[in-house]
């Protein structure tokens, strides 16, 4: 906990060499406080946090403070070398920073002529020449182009030590996550529920579907409501059925056709997701279906909720 206010609690899980997980939640949710607890920086209110023997952590946030902006920016990358040696390999210095958008009369200007987005990249190209076996990336996607994006994708898929990133980045998540922590908020509770799903964030969609289709069953279960005879010497007054306005009616009438429909899109999504091409779409497409699901699924969740509404006028 942070304050008074509860993050999360009752969470286990084992970090082995070589995992790339990925964390996701709104902002405020703790996912920072998890990282900071992760690296020692703040303790647990309870628990505790084991880490392996020879660990180096190169933190990607902590390494902006590391950019000397009086320095070059091939200085501050080769730090007098010619040669890195980068995931094993050995690059020149050049070559390695043309990788990350720097031409070659760009490498001899200062750092602190640099964009949001340049400083981002040189931040990364840095973090990936550290002699570190554990990654940590909070929001690495940020202000990063396409070509870039990419780049990072590959350094981090291709990289043999252990990735934890924390992004919005739904695309990313799904090309180089192996698992997914996820911050999920619970109804009519003040924190969060921290929750471990295998793969990348199309599996969590699908967990999340199949969540949604259990609660659906369950309110339906739920209105099928068993009687047995009771005997009394004085019989209780049962609950009367009530004849619903014809707009009311003609609305319940409606709503298995409609939540039919809303199903069928989101199954369709769920399709386009797991698709091979759809991973080539640009971001734009990307995070416009991302948001027709999110908009799908929240219009289910109301009109399963008005359905079970009208049902119980319609029962007494």
């Known amino acids: 906990s942070r304050g008074d206010k509860l993050l999360f609690e009752d969470f286990t899980t084992t970090i082995l060499k070589g995992d790339k997980i990925g964390i996701l939640g709104p902002n405020g949710c703790g996912k920072s406080s998890l990282i900071k607890l992760i690296l020692g920086e703040i303790k647990a209110d309870i628990g505790t946090v084991e880490l392996g023997t020879q660990l180096e952590v190169a933190y990607f946030d902590q390494l902006r403070s590391a950019i000397n902006p009086n320095l070059t920016i091939i200085d501050n990358i080769?730090?007098?070398?010619?040669?890195?040696?980068?995931?094993?390999?050995?690059?020149?210095?050049?070559?390695?920073?043309?990788?990350y958008g720097f031409g070659p009369e760009r490498m001899r200007t200062?750092?602190?002529?640099?964009?949001?987005?340049?400083?981002?990249?040189?931040?990364?190209?840095?973090?990936?020449?550290?002699?570190?076996?554990?990654?940590?990336?909070?929001?690495?996607?940020?202000?990063?182009?396409?070509?870039?994006?990419?780049?990072?994708?590959?350094?981090?898929l291709d990289y043999a030590g252990t990735v934890i990133v924390i992004s919005h980045d739904r695309r990313f998540l799904d090309n180089v996550a192996t698992s997914l922590w996820v911050f999920e908020k619970q109804e009519q509770a003040a924190s969060s529920r921290l929750i471990e799903i295998e793969g990348g964030f199309s599996d969590y969609q699908r967990y999340r579907a199949g969540q949604k289709e259990l609660q659906a069953e369950s309110q339906i279960k739920a209105t099928v409501v068993e009687t047995k005879p009771v005997i009394d010497e004085k019989p209780k007054e049962t609950a009367k059925s009530v004849k619903l306005s014809y707009k009311l009616q003609r609305e319940l009438d409606l709503l298995p056709e409609e939540l039919e429909k809303l199903e069928q899109g989101i199954e369709t999504?769920?399709?386009?997701?797991?698709?091979?091409?759809?991973?080539?779409?640009?971001?734009?497409?990307?995070?416009?279906?991302?948001?027709?699901?999110?908009?799908?699924?929240?219009e289910l969740e109301t009109k399963l909720n008005r359905w079970e509404e009208l049902e119980s006028m319609k029962n007494g």
Do not use: C, W
């Open 269 to 298: 999504l769920e399709q386009k997701f797991a698709d091979p091409a759809f991973g080539q779409s640009s971001q734009d497409e990307m995070t416009n279906a991302y948001s027709q699901m999110a908009a799908l699924q929240e």
């Open 78 to 99: 080769g730090e007098g070398r010619d040669f890195l040696e980068v995931n094993g390999e050995k690059k020149h210095v050049i070559s390695y920073l043309s990788d």
């Open 110 to 156: 200062p750092a602190s002529s640099l964009s949001g987005g340049e400083v981002s990249r040189l931040v990364l190209a840095k973090l990936f020449t550290k002699s570190a076996n554990l990654l940590i990336l909070d929001e690495p996607t940020n202000d990063l182009d396409v070509e870039t994006l990419e780049l990072l994708e590959s350094q981090v």
